[in-house]
């Protein structure tokens, strides 16, 4: 596994929450009018020219069409659950961008951003947006090989099984012998559940030895390793444990099988295949940012003062 720093985990998770330029520079306008030229310029008397399609206007302010989509469409990108896709949805959101813009202009008119914890404020935003854009910028064009996840397929495909789990019945006798006795009445065909009702001193024989699902850890480590071995209808040798003499019977045996690659994860929408995929993209983007940062700091001039940290 890579060892990343805590920057370096902000930064990779911006990379998820900010997925393109797009995103970015849609996010992170300061003002509901688009820079970005996506139709003709409007000329507007006295002011900056507008590109795009004029939607509305506060106090002079533009608010292009195209921005007003952008803007939606990276909503909706960061919060899934958010639709606005019907008319009175749109005429909503646009009421909130208007109220949003008058009260910007009358904080601009106020002067607040020339406030000192304003302007710190803004800067470290100014240095957040322009991280996360190195960040996509860096790791773009990052991708994964169908080769590079079938051999991690190959490798660690155990690890995707779901646990196997064991549903066990016990007898648990004092002596040996009496063990040996019950061992050839059950190869005999006897009746497992009755044989524990009957002689097993433990407390489950009252219910015919029924252990339930077996809790691997509640276990001691001979018990688990001979359930281990056996599949769902057979009964094990003798052997011994804290109480006695154990003889146990599998009656169930669920998971333990490993999956495909194109079989479903549980609890996910996604196969073992994009499962795999996923993480070796993000491995490999955690390494690039980490190259990034060691050579930035080996290239560096840094001072600090560990005294000052007491």
Same mark, same amino acid.
């Given at each position: 596994?890579?060892?990343?720093?805590?920057?370096?985990?902000?930064?990779?998770?911006?990379?998820?929450?900010?997925?393109?330029?797009?995103?970015?520079?849609?996010?992170?306008?300061?003002?509901?009018?688009?820079?970005?030229?996506?139709?003709?310029?409007?000329?507007?008397?006295?002011?900056?020219?507008?590109?795009?399609?004029?939607?509305?206007?506060?106090?002079?302010?533009?608010?292009?069409?195209?921005?007003?989509?952008?803007?939606?469409?990276?909503?909706?990108?960061?919060?899934?659950?958010?639709?606005?896709?019907?008319?009175? +949805?749109? &005429?909503?959101? !646009?009421?909130? *961008?208007?109220?949003?813009?008058?009260?910007?202009?009358? #904080?601009?008119? %106020?002067? =607040?951003?020339?406030?000192?914890?304003?302007?710190?404020?803004?800067?470290?935003?100014?240095?957040?947006?322009?991280?996360?854009?190195?960040?996509?910028?860096?790791?773009?064009?990052?991708?994964?090989?169908?080769?590079?996840?079938?051999?991690?397929?190959?490798?660690?495909?155990?690890?995707?099984?779901?646990?196997?789990?064991?549903?066990?019945?016990?007898?648990?006798?004092?002596?040996?012998? +009496?063990? &040996?006795?019950? !061992?050839?009445? *059950?190869?005999?065909?006897?009746?497992?559940?009755?044989? #524990?009702?009957? %002689?097993? =001193?433990?407390?489950?024989?009252?219910?015919?030895?029924?252990?339930?699902?077996?809790?691997?850890?509640?276990?001691?480590?001979?018990?688990?390793?001979?359930?281990?071995?056996?599949?769902?209808?057979?009964?094990?040798?003798?052997?011994?444990?804290?109480?006695?003499?154990?003889?146990?019977?599998?009656?169930?045996?669920?998971?333990?099988?490993?999956?495909?690659?194109?079989?479903?994860?549980?609890?996910?929408?996604?196969?073992?295949?994009?499962?795999?995929?996923?993480?070796?993209?993000?491995?490999?983007?955690?390494? %690039?940012?980490?190259?990034?940062?060691?050579?930035?700091?080996?290239?560096?001039?840094?001072?600090?003062?560990?005294?000052?940290?007491?």
């Amino acid at each position: 596994m890579l060892r990343k720093s805590g920057i370096l985990l902000t930064l990779l998770a911006a990379v998820v929450l900010f997925a393109g330029c797009d995103q970015i520079k849609g996010m992170f306008q300061t003002s509901l009018g688009s820079k970005t030229a996506t139709s003709s310029a409007v000329a507007q008397p006295g002011s900056q020219p507008v590109y795009g399609t004029v939607l509305a206007k506060v106090n002079g302010e533009t608010i292009t069409l195209e921005s007003f989509d952008e803007k939606i469409k990276n909503l909706e990108a960061l919060s899934p659950e958010i639709k606005i896709n019907t008319p009175e +949805a749109k &005429k909503n959101y !646009l009421n909130d *961008l208007i109220t949003q813009e008058l009260i910007y202009q009358e #904080a601009r008119s %106020r002067g =607040i951003e020339k406030q000192k914890d304003v302007k710190e404020a803004m800067e470290e935003f100014r240095k957040g947006v322009m991280a996360r854009q190195l960040i996509v910028d860096e790791t773009k064009g990052i991708a994964v090989e169908p080769t590079e996840i079938e051999a991690f397929y190959g490798q660690y495909k155990q690890a995707f099984a779901a646990p196997r789990q064991v549903h066990a019945r016990q007898i648990v006798v004092s002596s040996e012998q +009496a063990a &040996k006795d019950i !061992l050839i009445q *059950l190869l005999q065909g006897g009746d497992f559940a009755a044989l #524990a009702k009957e %002689r097993s =001193i433990d407390a489950t024989a009252s219910k015919g030895g029924d252990m339930g699902a077996i809790n691997a850890a509640e276990q001691f480590d001979k018990f688990n390793e001979v359930t281990a071995t056996l599949d769902a209808g057979e009964v094990s040798p003798i052997f011994k444990g804290p109480k006695g003499y154990y003889i146990v019977k599998v009656d169930e045996v669920t998971g333990g099988q490993v999956p495909q690659l194109t079989d479903m994860m549980a609890e996910t929408n996604m196969t073992v295949y994009d499962q795999i995929k996923n993480g070796l993209l993000q491995q490999k983007q955690a390494q %690039r940012i980490q190259d990034l940062t060691d050579r930035l700091r080996r290239e560096a001039k840094i001072e600090i003062k560990n005294e000052l940290l007491q």
